[in-house]
T-cell receptor, first 113, second 112 residues
Framework: GENVEQHPSTLSVQEGDSAVIKCTYS??????FPWYKQELGKRPQLIID?????GEKKDQRIAVTLNKTAKHFSLHITETQPEDSAVYFC????????????FGKGTKLSVKP | DTEVTQTPKHLVMGMTNKKSLKCEQH?????MYWYKQKAKKPPELMFV???????INESVPSRFSPECPNSSLLNLHLHALQPEDSALYLC???????????FGPGTRLLVL
């Protein structure tokens, strides 16, 4: 079955710096890769996602890149702000897998003012 | 309405109690999910309903019993839980399976 590895487990940056979180997946049939942000005590919130027919997607300060050959995808946050501090989860699934999202273990991002 | 709602927000129950968690969405989504999340861990899938039929049961103990009364509602019935079942229980929905999932705020459950 699918396995998703996420690195690093913790990341501390200064406000204004960029942050990069990387994930690798094992199942070459996976074709949907969402990223969720979860603040303490709150629900996971979708921040960006990408499908396997696209190599990169941007939304303001957030971008996701996908390398299907290497089976890895990354989240890039530019000009980080203290409110970006949270746990970020990557996930992978296969259309037709009946919705089985496989999550990475999460990255705790701290943005220091 | 673009939200998934869950009740109650918090629940404390004894090991002999019976309780139910409720989830509702009015986005017309046809897939609904239950996840369990322990502290500092990712959500773990428990059940998937697709078009009101149970399509995935991830080897969850029978003390957890899901129910989908209609396309907008999802319940999780709890009976004879153990202290290790204490966790955040998240509901999610998506247009169809394999599509973007949107999570509810969760029910924080404590089993004494």
């Amino acid at each position: 079955g699918e396995n998703v590895e996420q690195h690093p487990s913790t990341l501390s940056v200064q406000e204004g710096d960029s942050a990069v979180i990387k994930c690798t997946y094992s199942d070459s049939a996976s074709n949907y890769f969402p990223w969720y942000k979860q603040e303490l005590g709150k629900r996971p919130q979708l921040i960006i996602d990408i499908r396997s027919n696209v190599g990169e997607k941007k939304d303001q300060r957030i971008a996701v890149t996908l390398n299907k050959t290497a089976k890895h995808f990354s989240l890039h946050i530019t000009e980080t702000q203290p409110e970006d501090s949270a746990v970020y989860f990557c996930a992978a699934s296969t259309r037709g897998s009946q919705g089985n999202l496989i999550f990475g273990k999460g990255t705790k991002l701290s943005v220091k003012p | 309405d673009t939200e998934v709602t869950q009740t109650p927000k918090h629940l404390v129950m004894g090991m002999t109690n019976k309780k139910s968690l409720k989830c509702e969405q009015h986005m017309g989504h046809r897939a609904m999910y239950w996840y369990k999340q322990k502290a500092k861990k990712p959500p773990e899938l428990m059940f998937v309903y697709s078009y009101e039929k149970l399509s995935i049961n991830e080897s969850v103990p029978s003390r957890f019993s899901p129910e989908c009364p209609n396309s907008s509602l999802l319940n999780l019935h709890l009976h004879a839980l153990q202290p290790e079942d204490s966790a955040l229980y998240l509901c999610a929905s998506s247009q169809d399976t394999g599509e973007t999932q949107y999570f509810g705020p969760g029910t924080r459950l404590l089993v004494l």
